[in-house]
């Protein structure tokens, strides 16, 4: 007995003669299965497995009610299905290459679905039948196909959807499995084309549905393999060389650094259940997808039917999946980062999820204990060299600000800016601020030199903290500047798209 894994495999030499412009052979008749043997498995009927589904007669199927499913951007997706019987769900799904941003100051020529990376979420249930529309517009310089993970049969729907510019193709098929699972674009050659953005996920619920939720995104993890490095600026071509490397330029979620962060960032509040669709493009890298500050109650591993709980990081292999939720219990900025963790600094794998709602110090208290330490140093007391007891922004800055710029405030070049004379920095006071509380991104200029890196937001300081450690910078290391009141960084925090609350969430 063929196995399905084993029909999928042939989606490779399908896709690659069909890119050729070739025509494609059905697949050849396996051969007849050897009699039973002690090491032979045992039927299918016999093993364990998803329930059977009814079988459907063609006049069943045409008498099933057609629903045309409307698409939606990501981090967005459809709702939740409600209904418990199966029906026709037609999908059209466009494809476009267009050029986007990549970082700032940094586009990419992206091959798309439905003109975003990742494609927009496809979303039914176990049963159901699905007719898939794939229109590849005028404008594409390229022949693209589909093959969905969720599909059984040959190439995953990739062998019947090659279409050429201009061209449209259709195909239908059962959705006999429930899970979460990818689709990518299977036309030769394969890892540049999923390189490029063409991949996305479909949701096949379970008959009963999965348990309701306060809200759901949409997120994805790729690579994008680019000549110019991390945040250089101007339109970046594709780099086999480094595809074929496994060196990406970038890492991301959704398409593009920063793309889940800002204004983009995924909000939710105090009390709510949270649940995530994570999927990854690749096509080369495993992610070790991780939520910072909380615990996935719930993980659907591989994006399948096996539940597991009380995880802090999942995997999720190229071309595969996971399905997390948690409930939260505390206000303040997640971050959802693959830990692989060099890759959410300096590649961009960072997005946030904003929690607002009331502090619970029972959960978590926020700093209860911000003093002097000495260690060996203790009989020379809490005084500098000069006899001066430690200023009220010098141990924010020892404890927070140092591991990046230094104790001198020299910084690290290319990366970290210097503090130290600073031009930048005494410039501006409100820039200061708004930097300290919502993060920069590169590139700035200081002191005559371009520095390309990221400094996340610090929202969580009290506007005590942050107005003491500024006006400690701001009269330390060669600078000269007068003081950051907390006036001034309470007027600034307000300011904010999604002003954070003061303190330690």
């Given at each position: ?74 981090p967005g997706l459809p709702p939740p299905i409600t209904r418990r019987t199966p029906a026709k769900v037609v999908i059209h799904l466009e494809v476009r290459e267009v050029t986007m941003p990549l970082a700032d100051g ?126 250089e600026p101007g339109l970046q071509p594709f780099d086999m060389r480094r595809a074929i490397n496994e060196d990406p330029a970038y890492v991301v979620f959704n398409g593009r650094d920063g793309a889940l962060t800002g ?18 493009g690749g096509p080369n890298l495993i992610s070790s997808f991780h939520v910072i500050g909380e615990i996935f109650d719930h993980v659907y591993s591989e994006g399948g039917s096996t539940v597991n709980t009380n995880v ?194």
């Amino acid at each position: 007995m063929i196995s399905r894994r084993s029909i999928r495999s042939l989606a490779l030499p399908l896709s690659l003669g069909v890119a050729l412009g070739s025509c494609v052979p059905p697949p050849s008749q396996p051969a007849a299965p050897a009699p039973a043997t002690s090491a032979t498995p045992a039927p299918a009927a016999a093993r364990s497995g998803p329930r059977p589904l009814a079988p459907l007669t063609r006049a069943e199927e045409n008498a099933l009610p057609s629903i045309e499913q409307t698409l939606v951007r990501p981090p967005g997706l459809p709702p939740p299905i409600t209904r418990r019987t199966p029906a026709k769900v037609v999908i059209h799904l466009e494809v476009r290459e267009v050029t986007m941003p990549l970082a700032d100051g940094a586009t990419y020529t992206f091959w798309t679905f439905g003109g975003s990376v990742p494609g927009p979420m496809i979303r039914v249930r176990r049963g159901d039948i699905v007719e898939l529309h794939l229109m590849n517009h005028p404008s594409s310089t390229m022949p693209h196909n589909i093959d969905l993970h969720a599909v059984t049969g040959p190439g995953g729907g990739a062998a019947s959807t090659f279409t050429a510019p201009g061209h449209q193709t259709q195909f239908t098929f059962r959705a006999l499995n429930e899970g979460l699972y990818v689709y990518h674009c299977a036309t030769a050659p394969v890892g540049m084309h999923i390189a490029n953005g063409m991949y996305g996920m479909i949701a096949v619920e379970p008959e009963e549905g999965w348990a309701p939720v306060d809200r759901e995104y949409y997120l994805m993890q790729g690579e994008v393999y680019t000549t110019g490095n991390y945040r250089e600026p101007g339109l970046q071509p594709f780099d086999m060389r480094r595809a074929i490397n496994e060196d990406p330029a970038y890492v991301v979620f959704n398409g593009r650094d920063g793309a889940l962060t800002g204004t983009s960032a995924l909000t939710a509040r105090v009390g709510e259940r949270v649940r995530l669709f994570v999927g990854n493009g690749g096509p080369n890298l495993i992610s070790s997808f991780h939520v910072i500050g909380e615990i996935f109650d719930h993980v659907y591993s591989e994006g399948g039917s096996t539940v597991n709980t009380n995880v802090q990081t999942t995997l999720v292999p190229a071309g595969g999946s996971a399905i997390v939720d948690f409930g939260l219990e505390v206000p303040g900025s997640l971050v959802l980062v693959d830990h692989s963790i060099f890759r959410t600094f300096h590649k961009g794998t960072l997005g946030m999820l904003r929690v607002e709602g009331p502090d619970n110090t029972v959960i978590y208290s926020g700093r209860e204990v911000d003093e002097a330490y000495l260690g060996d140093y203790a009989p020379q007391a809490a005084a500098g060299t000069d006899g001066a007891a430690l200023q009220p922004g010098e141990q924010t800055f020892n404890g927070v600000c140092s591991a990046c710029h230094q104790r001198s405030g020299a910084g690290l070049p290319p990366v970290f800016p210097p503090l130290a004379n600073s031009d930048y920095l005494m410039a501006d006071k409100t820039r200061s601020i708004r930097a300290v509380l919502a993060g920069l991104s590169g590139p700035v200029t200081v002191n005559g030199t371009v520095y390309n890196g990221a400094m996340p937001p610090l929202a969580n300081l009290t506007d005590h903290e942050v107005a003491d450690v500024l006006t400690y910078v701001r009269s330390h290391f060669g600078n000269r500047g007068d003081a950051v009141t907390v006036s001034e960084v309470a007027a600034v925090r307000a300011t904010l798209v999604t002003p954070t609350p003061s303190g330690h969430p």
